[in-house]
């Protein structure tokens, strides 16, 4: 039952981490990659249907989190309080701006609006990546499997270690080409022109800048990701925006199930000692809160992947950035 449960966090993460991946994206690189109000618009619009849609497997993720294995949790909010606090609030900005770019016609309105949304999204996306980060190192656990430290140096200590940076940056670039390939299977006109070529471009640079952080670092996944912008720039290249796009989310996927499984059945190292380490098992709820929570997954979770499937097939068509003449 901890097994299940366990691929089912790792099921929940991955699932936010792709979909809100494309859609943080786009937020980013509307304001880059339109040149006009019209072309930002087009941009947003491709994930007008999905964004909030999304967000729900952050609510999943979370929620087995505390369920499943609320040492986990409880270890996780307490140590890293203050980024979590910071990802709610660009959350709460960037749907702010999703919802009321929209409430206005002044087109000083949209502008502002669009850069709230790919600041926020950046934001975001860098805070995540950070620990992501933390996750591989660890955290400074004692033996009582309490992070050591008080009040600001305990929540941010942590994001001022290399491997966090490195997490930071690397979730940037996969969220960018992320945005970008969906963009490219998504519009029509300058915006998917743009998109295809950042595609191209962002792969080629992201491939020699991964793959020299996986020298110096010695870090295996870094250069894995190097191998996939490469994929992901070539596919773009050739015009095959839809497997560039899968390429990218695959790289996505099997990085979060790296970062979740890289220390075995280890959900959290410690960092001052291998033996204070917190395991799944030592992590998980009594074996009846298992059982209990396994009819509430069983009933709900199908009904939200196939409502979630059926809602990217009726919106599947490309938008148009071009202007058509009336």
């Known amino acids: ?89 660009l959350l709460a900005v960037r749907g702010v701006a999703l919802e009321f770019r929209g409430k206005h016609d002044s087109p000083a309105w949209r502008r502002r609006c ?39 140096s305990r929540s941010l200590s942590p994001l001022l270690t290399p491997a966090a940076g490195l997490g930071a940056l690397g979730a940037l670039l996969a969220t960018v080409l992320l945005g970008a390939t969906f963009l490219a299977l998504r519009t029509t006109g300058p915006v998917r022109r743009r998109a295809v070529s950042l595609a191209r471009n962002g792969g080629n640079l992201g491939t020699v800048g991964l793959l020299l952080a996986g020298v110096a670092t010695g870090s295996r996944i870094t250069l894995v990701a190097a191998v996939v912008c490469f994929v992901a720039g070539m596919l773009a290249r050739r015009g095959w925006e839809g497997s560039a796009f899968t390429t990218v989310a695959a790289g996505v996927a099997g990085a979060v199930v790296t970062v979740f499984t890289a220390h075995g059945s280890v ?58 003449a009336s």
Not at 33 to 54: C, M, S, V, Y
Not at 132 to 151: P, R
Not at 302 to 319: C, D, E, N, T
């Open 1 to 89: 039952m901890i097994t299940f449960w366990f691929a089912i966090l790792v099921l929940a993460w991955v699932l936010y981490f792709v979909l809100e991946g494309f859609d943080f994206g786009v937020g980013v690189l509307a304001p880059f990659l339109g040149r006009d109000e019209h072309e930002r618009g087009a941009a947003i619009r491709t994930i007008g249907p999905f964004w909030d849609g999304n967000e729900v497997w952050l609510v999943a993720a979370i929620g087995v989190t505390f369920a499943a294995f609320p040492d986990w949790y409880a270890v996780l909010l307490s140590a890293l309080y203050l980024p979590m606090v910071a990802i709610l609030l």
């Open 114 to 152: 669009d850069w709230l949304l790919s600041g926020s999204s950046a934001g975001v996306v860098l805070l995540w990546g950070a620990q992501l980060g933390i996750f591989v190192h660890g955290l400074a656990l004692n033996a009582d499997g309490a992070v050591i430290g008080n009040g600001l």
């Open 267 to 324: 959900v959290l190292r410690s960092t001052l000692d291998p033996l204070w380490s917190l395991t799944r098992a030592e992590a998980a709820a009594s074996p009846s809160a298992l059982r209990l929570i396994t009819i509430a997954g069983v009933l709900i979770l199908p009904g939200v992947l196939a409502y979630q499937a059926w809602s990217y097939w009726v919106f599947r068509r490309r938008i148009a950035s071009e202007r058509i």
